[in-house]
């Protein structure tokens, strides 16, 4: 098992940027997929970006391609989104999840672990 915890949300004002980092428990973190999602009020959740175990393959959905970039620090047990260039649609809760063996990273359903939830705000 792993226990997600993320954190570095908060207000910023349109273009400017945020790092969501994701720290997870558990000795066995380089074996998880790690994928970041998020929900707006009165939206569904919706695929962000992911990172396969070694950190070699990215993906990102075409609304952050470009503007946010997924990295891993397996010795730190650490995942991170940095987004840049922010738009007001971007605001919304932004999980971070796990999983082994993920065939479909951009799919919710594909990850078992999931942590509470950071607040991104973005004023326009």
């Known amino acids: 098992q792993v226990q997600l915890v993320e954190s570095g949300g908060g207000l910023v004002q349109a273009g400017g940027s945020l790092r969501l980092s994701c720290a997870a428990s558990?000795?066995?973190?380089?074996?998880?997929?790690m994928g970041w999602f998020r929900q707006a009020p009165g939206k569904e959740r919706e695929f962000v970006a992911a990172?396969?175990?070694?950190?070699?393959?990215?993906y990102y959905a075409d609304s952050v391609k470009g503007r946010f970039t997924i990295s891993r620090d397996n010795a730190k047990n650490t995942v991170y989104l940095q987004m840049n260039s922010l738009k007001p649609e971007d605001t919304a809760v932004y999980y971070c999840a796990a999983e082994v063996g993920v065939s479909y990273y951009s799919d919710y359903r594909s990850y078992d672990y999931w942590g509470q939830g950071t607040q991104v705000t973005v004023s326009s």
């Open positions: 990172i396969s175990w070694s950190g070699g393959s990215t």
């Open positions: 558990g000795r066995t973190f380089s074996s998880y997929a």
